[in-house]
């Protein structure tokens, strides 16, 4: 364009940063020339301490403004050990997942030597999953550790973006590889110096280096094996391959799908080549499964996510993301915005000691604690019960509620650990059986808290199946319930019981051999015969073979399937045992689902063309609001630009320039026409540049003075 | 015309109308007759896949029971006969006011009629079609609900999207169906004719088809409006042209816009105050490790500043990077950050790539910084601790390299670095993949603001979409170019013009159809003396094409052909200037 930038001449409150790419922030008045930089330095500290004084609480003023300054603090230091301490579990956990797969890389490395693989290029192939997100870190985790801390050699990450080309791709290894370990310059120079005469992508380079550094490995790991063109990396692979004598090359291949598809890539001669193992990460849904287990379920969580944005982010991570990651980070803004916005959340503060709770609560407090739905509920409940006097007390009586909430919210805290156990118990129970579909146990989380477990085919198929257990897996059952859930009213009700089939057990096997004992509700070994007559007989057959031994057993795990429908048909129950019984679940359970939708899944494009398509609905003025509600359609006191939006919808793939423009002045000056042509010319100009900016249309060659359509709405 | 009429006064067309009944027996008393007593010859026809050499008229035939309510569903619809797609039929005064795709009352009925009629019947598409009910089916009773429920609720989004949804579902059926309806008006109207025996039925068809056509309005939004408004006949447009438009310059422009009164001024106030009292969110956001990142109409770079005002704290705690401007490299990005975290005096050699930056910019932030107020003497430089970059528009042109991404995200995951970004490209969450997005690790705010872009894009945005030629800003640029060049320059552009303007004057039409042969102006030009060799000639050619002055492209023939990018009038006056 030959224009010149022209607003400098005309804006008057024109800011000469405006068009500057990119600049260091000063206030009006501040200079940003380079100070003497002693001076400020003492100064600058300064004020960097009384910016973090100032900065200690972010939180706003809730309660109508009325909450006090020492109650905010609370708030946010709340917030802050409660996460920390979530934060620190979940990151051991992550850190737990990645470092066996890298202990087991480590090692593959170490001992990897081409003789031990019949002169073949060493390789691991490792099996990351799809979620490439976390491959970056992976590499640069398995790098650091290799370079760092085994110290076998340089490691170099190849990605595929590095690696348009054989030659960039050897010039980026080589230079990496020569270059990693620093200090050693006149080495360096050494070898620029000996390979003056090679070009830059020889691999020359790299032997002479691993002269120099006798017993180092080159560690070269492919990232994105997929991404990578398969030429390039069979060239690179038999490059390696030729080199192996001279220079120790170790190969990871990082690989999102399948090792299949990395086969299918790569040329048999290649594959050839290679000769190594494979290491499976650990399935990221093992991993999703215990942070949540860990979050939600174990006795150390204290907020705890509600049914709708638990769905939420389950979707998303199946759906979309696939990251852990994401999810840590939407657990995160769950508890950032429960305690944001939420001046209830300082109760769960004082879980461990309940004793300071009443003095914090403030009368204000108080009246936002009734104003809770199950608050109300539970004043409904008593009011049921025919209590009157302590119903005219909760409402009535500050202190009594204060008194009523310390006694009540360790109660509350336990519904959420006794769900957990609940599902611990049903998720293992489920795992020991034959059902084929296993449920993990955040699938099963949201149905519990929304009461769908409660008639769900998910626990009857449990019962059905405990029941016709035999006592092998019985007591494996038990074994892993009474590790792993501390539920006290199942292990002392169950412990006698394992107590006796154990003796059973022992007693048949001292007697018959037999070591497995069969329940009589167990029909699995006579499908054989179909027709009803022939099953009866089959069953009076089975009955009268079973043992005395089975049918004591049978007795026992009658008893056994008792205490397990009871214990979860009541946990699971919702009319009793639901939620929304739960004293004051609001504080411990975090369910608003549309804060994390808005900021974690939002519709950007969506937004834009409602906005100009509806300019009413942000801008709620009277004039584009017609009296009725209704849509408003094209008016002249819209905007320029939703105006044109508007009349683009209507239009075709291809739009006359012209006919728009006319089309434009006759909405903008309306029925009398009294708008002044060129304000409305300069107008539409102004506002086809917004279109063009925004991404709706481009310039087209097809007819002169056309423009096309590039965005459809709604799509 | 007469088809016309046979068509408003159909019984379809009853239910807008009731009154019309008494018009039909008059009119088209054939039609009329159908429902009574269906004459043999039309059932046949309409059913006969269904029921194939059955008499029709038995009244127990689901069938033709169906085929009764369907015909004329209000005028029966007292005694309720009505099967499943009654349940269709009852919302319709509702569904009229909702989807704005089908306004009058005529085209309404006839895809009532046609869903009705084709569904039932064709066993193949049955399936289908069912399916398709069935959602419909849902949609409606869900839209029926809501309307009985009233407005109870309701900021519950994910009812309004799933309403919204089941409009959808209704509306789009309805568009769907027009064909099928044409179908069954022309077999309606095909038996008719069978009997009176006047037309062939495929000019009917046609005639028909047209008139429909014009009866619909054209959807507006979703994935039928994209076939509906890329079909072949819809890409005729007009042939009128800027030309008649008075040009504009840049002066009178902005001299023209700055005079306007903007619209809803209040109202674009009040919506920015509601996105200022979020400042404390957005702060305490940062503060807790995320990236933010606005979206929405409008731009959204005063906001921002606003934004950087209020979490400014210490001198080199921010940087500013103006997306939009197109001559920003991701080098100056980074050179920029590294001068805020290490200070302006620093001797660290940065690197010569950007990605060399970027590794030397993150081991500085990685190193812990001295503790307590030694100061000690050997420091070079005093890096910041925290760093918070603002983008504006980070889908800016400049910035749209899959490398620039790539390099801003590692720059922003790290954790002493925080990003404020703004995007408005409708396709610009595109930037990124699943990688880029964990690294942003954004929180996304709707900040509508509808203030006009006057920063982010410019006029010349506009100019460029009209042609790439200054169409709208007049000449006045190549009258610039022209008195800086050289007199043998100016000749050279004389030449082509001059040439140019014969060749429109000869009725040669416009644009390059006028444009000369590379060789025959090379010819002129050494005939003229304007230069002696190709060398020199194309040196000359080279700075009109830098100005965008001359064009070139190959003919059909493959031989180079220049014209200088203007309408007649612009080139007159050119050529007036030149000579004078």
């Not at chain 1, 620093?182 to 360096?188: I, L």
């Not at chain 1, 110096?193 to 032997?207: E, G, H, M, P």
């Not at chain 1, 239009?651 to 089309?663: E, H, Q, T, V």
Request: aromatic share 8%; hydrophobic share 35%; charged share 25%.
């Amino acid at each position: 364009m030959e224009s010149t930038p022209p607003e400098e001449v005309y804006v008057e409150e024109f800011d000469p940063k405006e068009h500057q790419g990119c600049y260091i922030f000063t206030l009006d008045g501040e200079e940003d020339r380079p100070t003497k930089r002693r001076k400020t330095k003492g100064k600058q500290r300064a004020t960097e301490k009384a910016a973090v004084e100032e900065e200690k609480c972010p939180f706003p003023v809730l309660l109508d403004n009325t909450e006090t300054e020492s109650t905010i603090k609370l708030r946010y230091q709340t917030y802050c050990k409660l996460w920390e301490k979530q934060e620190k579990r979940t990151k051991a956990i992550l850190d737990s997942f990645n470092s066996k797969t890298l202990d087991d890389v480590s090692a593959f490395v170490k001992d990897a030597t081409p003789e031990k693989y019949e002169g073949k290029i060493p390789t691991a192939l490792v099996l990351a999953g799809p979620n490439i997100a976390s491959h970056e870190l992976l590499f640069e985790q398995l790098a650091q550790r290799i370079r760092n801390q085994d110290r076998t050699g340089p490691v170099v990450v190849l990605t595929s973006k590095d690696a348009t080309n054989l030659k960039t791709t050897l010039r980026k290894l080589i230079r990496d590889a020569t270059q990693q370990d620093e200090g050693v310059d006149d080495e360096e120079e050494d070898i620029i110096r000996k390979s003056a005469k090679l070009l830059n992508y020889d691999l020359q380079i790299l032997q002479t280096w691993c002269g120099l550094h006798e017993g180092q490995k080159v560690t070269i790991a492919i990232q994105d094996s997929e991404a990578f063109d398969s030429n390039i990396l069979s060239d690179l692979i038999s490059l390696f391959s030729s080199y192996l004598d001279r220079i120790p090359f170790v190969l990871l291949v990082g690989i999102a799908t399948s090792v299949e598809i990395f086969h299918d890539k790569l040329p048999k001669s290649a594959i050839r080549l290679m000769r190594g193992n494979k290491f499976d990460v650990e399935r990221a849904e093992e991993c999703l499964a215990q942070i949540f287990n860990d979050s939600m379920m174990s006795d150390k969580a204290v907020l705890r996510l509600g049914a709708s944005v638990c769905d939420f982010l389950l979707e998303r991570y199946r759906d979309h993301t696939q990251s852990i990651q994401a999810f840590v980070a939407a657990l995160k803004y769950a508890y950032m915005s429960h305690f944001y916005a939420n001046p209830l959340s300082i109760i769960l503060g004082f879980l461990d000691s309940i004793d300071g709770l009443g003095d914090v609560l403030s009368t204000e407090h108080v009246e936002a604690i009734r104003n809770v739905p199950s608050f109300r509920r539970y004043v409904e409940g008593r009011l049921a019960a025919k209590e009157v006097s302590e119903v005219c007390k909760l409402v009535t009586d500050d202190d009594y509620v204060r008194h009523t909430v310390a006694e009540k919210i360790l109660e509350s805290r336990n519904y959420g650990i006794k769900l957990g156990q609940a599902l611990a118990f049903l998720e293992i129970g489920r795992s020991c059986t034959l059902i084929q579909n296993k449920t993990p146990r955040y699938e099963l989380y949201a149905k519990a808290l929304s009461g769908e477990l409660q008639t769900s085919p998910l626990v009857r198929e449990f019962l059905m199946s405990l029941k016709r257990m035999n006592s092998t897996t019985l007591l494996n059952l038990f074994e892993k319930i009474m590790q792993e859930v501390q539920i006290p009213a199942i292990i002392e009700a169950l412990g006698p019981l394992q107590e006796k089939i154990q003796k059973l057990v022992d007693e048949a096997e001292a007697s018959g051999g037999k070591k497995n004992l069969i329940s009589e509700f167990d029909m699995t070994n006579n499908t054989l015969r179909g027709t009803a007559v022939s099953k009866k007989v089959r069953l009076g057959e089975q009955k009268s073979s079973l043992t005395k031994q089975d049918t004591e057993y049978s007795g026992l795990i009658q008893q056994v399937y008792t205490i397990a429908e009871s214990y979860l048909t009541t946990t699971f129950n919702s009319s009793e045992n639901g939620l929304q019984n739960v004293f004051l679940h609001e504080i411990f359970f975090y369910d608003l689902r549309s804060p994390h939708s808005a900021v974690f899944a939002p519709k950007p494009r969506a937004t834009i063309e409602r906005g100009l398509s509806q300019p009413q609905d942000y801008l709620a003025c009277a004039c584009c609001t017609s009296t009725d509600g209704e849509e408003v359609g094209i008016r002249g006191s819209q905007a320029p630009t939703s105006i044109i939006y508007q009349l683009y919808l209507e239009s075709g793939a291809l739009i006359n320039i012209y006919d728009l423009w006319s089309a434009f002045y006759s909405v903008i000056a309306g029925d009398e026409e009294h708008f002044d042509v060129a304000t409305a010319q300069a107008l539409f100009y102004r506002s086809l540049a917004e279109m063009r900016f925004l991404g709706f249309v481009k310039h087209t060659k097809k007819k002169t003075d056309h423009i096309a359509k590039l965005g459809w709405k709604g799509i | 015309m007469k088809r016309k009429r046979t068509v408003s006064a159909s019984p379809r067309n009853t239910p807008t109308k009731p009154s019309s009944s008494a018009t039909i027996t008059t009119t088209a008393p054939t039609l009329a007759s159908i429902p009574l007593n269906l004459p043999a010859a039309t059932a046949a026809e309409i059913g006969s896949s269904n029921t194939p050499n059955r008499p029709l008229p038995l009244p127990e035939t689901p069938g033709k029971q169906r085929r009764t309510t369907l015909l004329h569903p209000e005028q029966l619809n007292g005694t309720g006969v009505g099967t499943g797609t009654e349940s269709v039929h009852t919302p319709s005064p509702l569904k009229r006011q909702r989807t704005p795709m089908i306004r009058d009352g005529n085209s309404t009925t006839t895809v009532r009629f046609a869903d009705s009629v084709v569904s039932p019947g064709d066993a193949m598409g049955g399936l289908v079609t069912n399916a398709d009910r069935s959602a419909r089916r849902k949609s409606v009773r869900r839209i029926v609900s809501k309307a009985i429920g009233g407005g109870e609720d309701s900021d519950d989004e994910d009812e309004d999207e799933e309403d919204l949804l089941a409009r959808k579902i209704f509306g789009g059926d309805d568009s769907d169906d027009i064909d099928g309806g044409l179908l069954a008006d022309e077999e309606t109207l095909g038996a008719q004719k069978k009997r009176s025996g006047e037309k062939s039925s495929t000019s009917s068809r046609k005639k028909k088809k047209q008139l429909v056509e014009e009866e619909i309005t054209a959807p507006m939004d979703g994935p039928d409006s994209y076939f509906f408004q890329n079909r072949k006949a819809r890409l005729v447009t007009s042939n009128s042209t800027l030309a008649s438009l008075p040009a504009l310059d840049h002066s009178s422009y902005f001299r023209l816009i700055r005079e306007h009164v903007p619209d809803h001024v209040d109202e674009r106030a009040y919506l920015e105050g509601l996105h200022r009292q979020n400042f404390p969110q957005w702060e305490f956001e940062l503060k807790q490790g995320f990236n933010l990142l606005l979206y929405g109409y409008g731009s959204k770079r005063n906001l921002l500043m606003q934004f950087a005002k209020r979490i400014y704290r210490s001198p080199r705690s921010l940087v500013v990077i103006n997306g939009y401007v197109p001559t920003l490299t991701i080098k100056d990005v980074l050179t920029t950050v590294a001068k805020a975290i290490i200070g302006p005096e620093h001797t660290i050699r940065l690197g010569s790539n950007p990605n060399d930056i970027l590794d030397t910019i993150l081991s500085i932030l990685d190193t812990p910084r001295p503790t307590h107020d030694e100061v000690d003497e050997k420091e070079e430089y005093t890096p910041v601790n925290h760093i918070t970059l603002l983008l504006h528009n980070i889908d800016g042109e400049a910035l749209r390299t899959t490398r620039a991404q790539v390099l801003l995200s590692r720059l922003s995951s790290h954790p002493k670095i925080s990003l404020v970004a703004s995007i408005d490209h409708i396709r610009a969450p595109l930037l990124w993949d699943a990688a880029r997005v964990s690294q942003f690790n954004f929180l996304w705010h709707d900040a509508t603001t509808f203030a006009p872009y006057s920063v982010e894009s410019s006029i010349d945005d506009s100019l460029a979409l009209i042609g790439g030629s200054a169409h709208a800003g007049g000449t006045k640029g190549v009258k610039f170019v022209l008195a800086s060049l050289p007199m043998n320059a100016k000749s050279l552009y004389r030449v082509l013009v001059s040439h140019q303007l014969q060749g429109i004057e000869d009725g040669g039409g416009d644009g390059e159809e006028v444009g000369v042969e590379y060789k025959v102006l090379y010819q002129k030009a050494v005939e003229e003396f304007i230069c002696s060799n190709d060398m020199a000639f194309r040196t000359l050619l080279k700075e009109f094409q830098d100005h965008q002055m001359v064009s070139l492209k190959k003919d059909s023939q493959g031989t180079d052909v220049l014209w200088a990018p203007f309408k007649k009038e612009e080139l007159e006056t050119i050529l007036e200037d030149l000579v004078a």
